[in-house]
Structures are given as structure tokens and as C-alpha cells.
């Protein structure tokens, strides 16, 4: 089946105290977008990419998207005032029954066996929503009261969230609400079950500093079992 990843760059430097927008600064010497849009290449030689950034970075995503061989798998469009929007946006470029992908654009450590892992499942299920089992302790605040919540009933949702495109086109045709954070809660609105799958450690949202720390380690190490 045909593959499309809607990859949303817009984020801004603000929490990383950078002019530069996190998905722009340089990992390695590239930017963390590249790494991005790599991993989404290499997964599959059919895979398509809509590239979705705000206006005033079309011209940056053009310079990163000329770097690749394989630049003719990718489309670059405008987003919208909000992510719901933005994806909304880059549907638009999704005009076959596919398996679509949904990821931040600055998750630049998503791995290829992922990426394969999400598509399997969609195939069969519909969806497949990548999450991880929470390490830390747990409390849920609610009107100024908290209380501790089980981790082992807690997972952490990441992305790339993947879905039937008969699925998730239709179900970004509803009005947009204030409770839609991710894809996977328009969905589930439409009226849709969510299937989750095993996400990875690894798959950081590159978000403050030291995110950038841990991402440059993990690339220095992954490339050093490469040459092993």
C-alpha cells in the first residue's frame, strides 16, 4: 500500500533560548529536520513526504530537502495556526488509499524498525499509536488536589501516529476542539479505537538543551556500532 508521512516542523527555539526554530538547529552539522526526513526515506523507496512548516521557513525546508537524492519524494506545503490545522493542511497532499504517518518533525532519532512496526500494524488494525511505559512517579493534579496514579497503568504517547488514510481523512474533517492534542484524539473523537505500539526510549522530542546533548550521543553512538 502507498505510504505518506505528514512531518510537522513548526515549532519555535523559544524553550531551547534559541532564535533558530529547534527543528533548524544542527545536530552533527545537520539539521535536526534531516534526520528526520532520513529515517522516513530509508524506511520504505515508496514513501512519499509532506513536509508541513509555517510560511516564513518554506525557504529553510527547501535548502534541507535539496540535500537528498530522493528529493522528489517530498512535498512542502504551509501549516496552519495549530498542529490540528497544520496536519489538516498536509492531508490535503494525500490523494490515494494509503498508510499515513504523522510525526514531529524534531522526534529526529525515530529508527527505521519503528517506523516498519507502525505500518504492520496499521495495515491490520488501522491504527498504530507508538507509546512507552512511564519511568517516573506519577501524580494527576485537579483543582488544586492531587493524587498518585499506578505508573504501570501510564503510557507515554509519541509519534509517528499511523493510521489508515480512510481513517484519519475523515476524521480530520470534524471542527477543530481545544482537546485535540495529537492525532490520535481526532480519531478517537470520530469515533475510531486506538491501537497502540511499543514507541522507543530513544524516540526524544527534541524540545530544551539537553535534549540536544542526548540526541548528539545517541547518533555518536549509533553511528560507532555502524562501523563496528
Known amino acids: 500500500m502507498k505510504k505518506y508521512a505528514v512531518i510537522v516542523a513548526g515549532g519555535s527555539g ?11 538547529l544542527l545536530l552533527h552539522h545537520k539539521p535536526v529536520l534531516w534526520y528526520t526526513i532520513d529515517s ?12 508541513v512548516l ?3 521557513h518554506i525557504e529553510k525546508g527547501k535548502q534541507i530537502v535539496s540535500s537528498f537524492e530522493a528529493g522528489d519524494r517530498i512535498t512542502i506545503t504551509t501549516g496552519g495556526d495549530t498542529r490540528f490545522h497544520s496536519v489538516q493542511k498536509g492531508l490535503q497532499n494525500v490523494h490515494e488509499e494509503s498508510v499515513v504517518f504523522v510525526h514531529d518533525g524534531v522526534r529526529c532519532l525515530i529508527s527505521v524498525p519503528l517506523i516498519h512496526r507502525c505500518y504492520n500494524q496499521a495495515l491490520v488494525k488501522g491504527s498504530a499509536v507508538p507509546a512507552v511505559a512511564a519511568t517516573d512517579s506519577i501524580r494527576i493534579f485537579n483543582n488544586g488536589k ?3 496514579e499506578q505508573r504501570q497503568h501510564v503510557r507515554i504517547i509519541q509519534t509517528p501516529q499511523t493510521f489508515l488514510s480512510t481513517i484519519i481523512i ?3 474533517q470534524q471542527q477543530f476542539k ?29 524540545t530544551r538543551p539537553v535534549d540536544l546533548v542526548i540526541a548528539e550521543s545517541i547518533i555518536e553512538e549509533r553511528s560507532l556500532l555502524q562501523q563496528a
Open 14 to 24: 523559544k524553550r531551547m533560548g534559541s532564535t533558530t526554530p529547534k527543528q533548524f
Open 40 to 51: 522516513f526515506l530509508r524506511a520504505y523507496h515508496d514513501m512519499h513526504i509532506v513536509l
Open 54 to 56: 509555517p510560511q516564513e
Open 146 to 148: 492531587h493524587q498518585v
Open 170 to 172: 475523515p476524521a480530520y
Open 178 to 206: 481545544d482537546a485535540f492534542t495529537d492525532e490520535a484524539t481526532v480519531v478517537e473523537a470520530f469515533g475510531e479505537t486506538i491501537f497502540l505500539t511499543e514507541g522507543e526510549y530513544d524516540n526524544i522530542k527534541i
